[in-house]
Nanobody, 115 residues
Framework: QVQLVESGGGLVQPGGSLRLSCAASESFLRGYAMAWYRQDPGKQRELVAHITGDGRPDYKDSVKGRFTISRDDAKGMMYLQMTSLKFEDTAVYYC?????????WGKGTQVTVSS
């Protein structure tokens, strides 16, 4: 069982940037599509971005051109570079496989966009 650990969140002004990190293990990542999700209180968790096992990314329409997902399987790490942040990006961000492992969800990292 791998417990995912997200980090890098924080308080940022609109238009600012953050880089989120997801610590897993090489065996958890390699060969699997991985994803970033986010959840606002009272709302369902939503898929923000995913990256295939061979490195092809895809994004939710509202973050295209602003977010960049990447992975380093050898280090067991995945990243989400977020730029031009908007109020509506405020949420707790989680990482997992694109087909999530239920027993691997981490605590997430809070991103708050506020002036």
């Amino acid at each position: 069982q791998v417990q995912l650990v997200e980090s890098g969140g924080g308080l940022v002004q609109p238009g600012g940037s953050l880089r989120l990190s997801c610590a897993a293990s090489e065996s958890f990542l390699r060969g699997y599509a991985m994803a970033w999700y986010r959840q606002d209180p009272g709302k369902q968790r939503e898929l923000v971005a995913h990256i295939t096992g061979d490195g092809r990314p895809d994004y939710k329409d509202s973050v295209k051109g602003r977010f960049t997902i990447s992975r380093d399987d050898a280090k067991g790490m995945m990243y989400l570079q977020m730029t031009s942040l908007k109020f509506e990006d405020t949420a707790v961000y989680y990482c997992n496989r694109l087909v999530p492992r239920r027993d691997s969800w981490g605590k997430g990292t809070q991103v708050t966009v506020s002036s």
